[in-house]
T-cell receptor, first 112, second 113 residues
Framework: NAGVTQTPKFQVLKTGQSMTLQCAQD?????MYWYRQDPGMGLRLIYY???????DKGEVPNGYNVSRLNKREFSLRLESAAPSQTSVYFC???????????FGQGTRLTVV | AQSVTQPDIHITVSEGASLELRCNYS??????LFWYVQSPGQGLQLLLK??????LVQGIKGFEAEFKRSQSSFNLRKPSVHWSDAAEYFC???????????FGTGTSLTVIP
């Protein structure tokens, strides 16, 4: 069972570069999420997609955009990377409200 | 606004000792509550969850948690800690607005022999 798959696992960007983090789930889940994890801050919600065709901002959306390409895939784009976006990014999915979230293995992004 | 507070940033316990990790939440209604564990360099794994019913819930790896509505708390416990329990633990709240999850800042657990 693949579950939630994130690519890439590691990435180094220069300030101002752009990139897209990919996330796919094979569990037929309705909702998908992007979080960033920073030391002492826990996981903070960047964007979420409650269902296919919808996306909404979370706690820290500035500097990011998302696309819910289809039910399986939810991508996160950094248009112009900044050092403050150095973090570990996690994608997650849930079947519906109240059910547990399944997480990918994370993407460690460094912006220099 | 919803929030989750884990007041202990770091806890150290001896192997075999009991453990309690604290979690308090702020939410207008009774939320869905979760505890996740994260080993170094890994994603998050669900330990247990509370939706309704019995306020004492059992999870994997010998963990349990108790929901106390009056205290807005959902503390995680384990009677006897093993060295393999060393990890970061996150409490989370599930809210029905857009199926969002809010996480606490985490508690790092060190287990000493």
């Amino acid at each position: 069972n693949a579950g939630v798959t994130q690519t890439p696992k590691f990435q180094v960007l220069k300030t101002g570069q752009s990139m897209t983090l990919q996330c796919a789930q094979d569990m037929n889940h309705n909702s998908m999420y992007w979080y960033r994890q920073d030391p002492g801050m826990g996981l903070r919600l960047i964007y979420y997609s409650a269902s296919e065709g919808t996306t909404d901002k979370g706690e820290v959306p500035n500097g990011y955009n998302v696309s819910r390409l289809n039910k399986r895939e939810f991508s996160l784009r950094l248009e112009s990377a900044a050092p403050s976006q150095t973090s570990v990014y996690f994608c997650a999915s849930t079947r519906e409200w109240g059910t547990e979230a399944f997480f990918g293995q994370g993407t460690r992004l460094t912006v220099v | 606004a919803q929030s989750v507070t884990q007041p202990d940033i770091h806890i150290t316990v001896s192997e075999g000792a009991s453990l309690e990790l604290r979690c308090n939440y702020s939410y207008g209604a009774t939320p869905y509550l979760f505890w996740y564990v994260q080993s170094p360099g890994q994603g998050l794994q669900l330990l247990l969850k509370y939706f309704s019913g019995d306020t004492l819930v059992q999870g994997i790896k010998g963990f349990e948690a108790e929901f106390k509505r009056s205290q807005s708390s959902f503390n995680l416990r384990k009677p006897s800690v093993h060295w393999s329990d060393a990890a970061e633990y996150f409490c989370a709240v599930g809210v029905n607005t857009g199926n969002q999850f809010y996480f606490g800042t985490g508690t790092s657990l060190t287990v000493i022999p």
